[in-house]
C-alpha cells in the first residue's frame, strides 16, 4: 500500500476518544492527558510511515491498547524502590539508610494531615520545629542543645558561616577531605565566607602547629572526620580532648564535622571503634555535625549539637531557614531516635543496625535458600554458586572495615564483558530491580541486606536473559 493511503487510514484523534476501549482511562485520567497521549501516538506512527518504517496502520483496537500502555506507563515515577545486594549498606546512589517500619507509618500520618509543626498545642501559641526533635536528641548525644538542617553539607556551611564568617579556620592539613565529589572541605569554607587555615602536614599535625597557627584572624578550630580514607604509616594526629583544651583557653569555638557519626557503640556489632557523636562531645567539642541518613540510619539530615550559645546563634543565622527541614524530615527523624531509647530492640527495629549487625551464617542460610531458584533461572547463561565475600558500610564510614558476608556469585558460561552486562541488566529490568556488584567477570548479589528473600525468589519468573 502506498504511503499516502497509509496515511489517509490512521484514524482521528478524536475516532480514538470516541471508540470505547478507552473508556475507563478515560474516566481515570480524564481528557487532556489522554488525547495528548494518542497525538503523540499518531504523530509517531505518521513519521514511521513517512520513513519507510512502518507499512501498516494498527488496528483501533491495538491503538487503545498501546495507549492504556504508555498511560500507565508514564504513571510510574522514575524514582524508584530498588533491591540493593551490592555489599555497601550505606549507599549513596542507591538511597543510603533504609527507614524502619515506625518512621513509615509516622510519616503518612503527618504528611496526609495538618500536624503542629510549628505550634505549641498546650499553649495554644506558635512554636518551634526544632523543639520536636531537640529533647530526644539532647537526651541521647548529651549535647545542650541541637538544630536539624537539610543534610551534613548544610550543617558544616551553617555553623561555619554563623560562627567563623571573615575569619580563619584552623584544620589539619590531613583532614582536607572531598565527600562524593561535591562535598571538599576548603570549597565548603570558601563558601561560608572563611579563611582556611592549613595546619600541620598531611601525615602529622601535632598539638604545637595549632597554636602556632592561631593568630586574631583565627574564628573557630575545626576537625573533619576523614570518612572515606585513612592515612596509615607514619602519622600523628591531635585528639579531642587536646585540640578542646587549646580552644577553651584561647576562647574560640572547636567544631567536629562527624560526617557518620554514630550514638552507639559500634564494637557491640562486630565493627571497628568509632568514638560516639557523645564521646566527641564529652571530650569537650563545641559543636559536632553530622549525618541523618548515614550510620544513625535517619533520614537525609544534617545535626547541629553543642552548646546553647553557639546552638541559638546557628539558630538565627538567615541561612538557616533556607536550609531547613520539613515535616516528613522531623517525623522520621523522631521516630529512628526513638529506637535509640530502646537499645534492646534497636539492631532489630533499625535497618542499617540490622544489615551492619547480621551474622555471616544468617547470610549464608539466606543465599542458600536464593541458590536454586536462581540456578533454574539462569542455569543455562550462567554458573550459579554461594561464595564467602565483604560487605562494606558505605558513605565514608569505617572505609577500611570489611564485613563477612555471603553472596551468590553468577559468571556467564560464555567469558565476555557483553555476557556480564546483559546479565546484570536483567536483573536491574526486574519488577523491582536488582542491582548488585561486578567484579573479575562475576556477578554478585551480596545477601547482607536482603529483607525479603520470597519477594526477591517471585520476581525471578520475570527474569528475560535475551
Ligand atoms: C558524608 C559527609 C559529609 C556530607 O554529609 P551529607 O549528609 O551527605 O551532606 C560531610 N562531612 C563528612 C566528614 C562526611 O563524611
Do not use: W
Not at 536483573?427 to 567477570?441: E, H, Q, S, Y
Amino acid at each position: 500500500m502506498s504511503g499516502n493511503q497509509l496515511l489517509k487510514d490512521i484514524p482521528s484523534v478524536d475516532k480514538l476518544l470516541g471508540s470505547g476501549e478507552l473508556k475507563p482511562v478515560l474516566s481515570a485520567h480524564g481528557h487532556t492527558r489522554v488525547r495528548e497521549t494518542i497525538r503523540d501516538l499518531l504523530g509517531q506512527l505518521r513519521n514511521d510511515i513517512l520513513n519507510g518504517q512502518s507499512n501498516t496502520v494498527p488496528s483501533l483496537q491495538a491503538l487503545s491498547d498501546e495507549i492504556n500502555v504508555r498511560i500507565a506507563n508514564q504513571n510510574h515515577g522514575t524514582l524508584t524502590s530498588v533491591i540493593n545486594l551490592t555489599g555497601t549498606v550505606l549507599h549513596t546512589n542507591l538511597g543510603r539508610a533504609v527507614l524502619p517500619d515506625n518512621a513509615l507509618s509516622a510519616m503518612t500520618k503527618v504528611a496526609g494531615a495538618n500536624s503542629n509543626l510549628e505550634f505549641d498545642i498546650e499553649a495554644g501559641q506558635r512554636g518551634d520545629r526544632d523543639a520536636h526533635i531537640e529533647a530526644l536528641l539532647t537526651e541521647l548525644t548529651g549535647a545542650e542543645a541541637v538544630t536539624v538542617v537539610n543534610n551534613n553539607a548544610a550543617a558544616v556551611l551553617l555553623s561555619l558561616n554563623t560562627l567563623a564568617a571573615g575569619k580563619e579556620v584552623c584544620i589539619s592539613r590531613g583532614e582536607l577531605v572531598e565527600i562524593g565529589g561535591s562535598f571538599r572541605i576548603p570549597e565548603v569554607m570558601e563558601k561560608s565566607q572563611c579563611r582556611l587555615r592549613e595546619v600541620g602536614a598531611t601525615n602529622r599535625t601535632h598539638l604545637k602547629d595549632y597554636k602556632r597557627a592561631i593568630s586574631d584572624h583565627t574564628g573557630m578550630l575545626l576537625k573533619v572526620h576523614t570518612s572515606n580514607y585513612e592515612i596509615r604509616g607514619f602519622t600523628q594526629e591531635v585528639s579531642y580532648e587536646e585540640v578542646a583544651a587549646l580552644a577553651s583557653e584561647t576562647e574560640l569555638p572547636f567544631m567536629a564535622d562527624l560526617g557518620s557519626g554514630t550514638l552507639v557503640n559500634l564494637e557491640q556489632f562486630g565493627l571497628a571503634h568509632e568514638p560516639t557523636v557523645q564521646d566527641v562531645l564529652a571530650a569537650g567539642t563545641d559543636i559536632v555535625t553530622f549525618s541523618g541518613d548515614k550510620l544513625l540510619g535517619g533520614p537525609q539530615a544534617g545535626i547541629i549539637a553543642g552548646k546553647k550559645k553557639y546552638i541559638e546563634a546557628i539558630k538565627k543565622n538567615p541561612l538557616k531557614r533556607a536550609l531547613r527541614v520539613d515535616k516528613m524530615t522531623i517525623t522520621a527523624l523522631t521516630e529512628v531516635l526513638k529506637l535509640y531509647l530502646e537499645p534492646e530492640t534497636l539492631a532489630h527495629k533499625l535497618p542499617t543496625l540490622r544489615h551492619l549487625s547480621r551474622n555471616a551464617d544468617d547470610i549464608q542460610a539466606i543465599a542458600n535458600q536464593l541458590l536454586p531458584h536462581l540456578a533454574e533461572a539462569i542455569n543455562r547463561s550462567a554458573t550459579v554458586k554461594v561464595v564467602e565475600t565483604h560487605s562494606q558500610i558505605g558513605s565514608g564510614a569505617l572505609p577500611l572495615d570489611q564485613l563477612p558476608s555471603f553472596a551468590i556469585a553468577m559468571t556467564p558460561h560464555e567469558d565476555s564483558d557483553a555476557a556480564l552486562q546483559t546479565l546484570s541488566s536483567a536483573f536491574r529490568n526486574l519488577p523491582v530491580p536488582v542491582i548488585g556488584r561486578l567484579a573479575d567477570g562475576t556477578m554478585l548479589l551480596d545477601c547482607r541486606t536482603l529483607d525479603d528473600p520470597n519477594q526477591f525468589i517471585r520476581q525471578l519468573e520475570s527474569l528475560a536473559l535475551t
